[in-house]
């Protein structure tokens, strides 16, 4: 079956960086579109970024533009997220998922969902 599995969450200092990961197995990685999304306590889930399968190009939400970046390794099946110059807003579960449809930005667009990784930024 489907697994996404997120790692690299943790506590930061406003200001710092943190590197997500999310592995994936059980489909064909290089032909779906990944994205990360985020949920913080009493928010709904809201869109942060996505990256397509086709020619890998990227769409952020502009909360997120300038500081966090997308990456992905069809080799490795791996989708990275580089989270720069945190805020304390940014406190979140970070969820990654995976879509068949080239440029998914609802969450209702996206098929298998990660499990979820805490991201906490202290001030």
């Known amino acids: 079956q489907v697994q996404l599995v997120e790692s690299g969450g943790g506590l930061v200092q406003a200001g710092g960086s943190l590197r997500l990961s999310c592995a994936a197995s059980?489909?064909?990685?290089?032909?779906?579109?990944m994205g990360w999304f985020r949920q913080a306590p009493g928010k709904e889930r809201e869109f942060v970024v996505r990256?397509?399968?086709?020619?890998?190009?990227?769409y952020y939400a502009d909360s997120v533009k300038g500081r966090f970046t997308i990456s992905r390794d069809n080799a490795k099946n791996t989708v990275y997220l580089q989270m720069n110059s945190l805020k304390p807003e940014d406190t979140a579960v970070y969820y990654c998922?995976?879509?068949?449809?080239?440029?998914?930005?609802?969450?209702?667009?996206?098929?298998?969902w990660g499990q979820g990784t805490q991201v906490t930024v202290s001030s």
């Open positions: 998922a995976a879509s068949s449809y080239a440029f998914p930005s609802r969450g209702g667009q996206y098929h298998y």
């Open positions: 059980g489909l064909t990685f290089s032909s779906v579109t």
């Open positions: 990256i397509t399968w086709s020619d890998s190009s990227t």
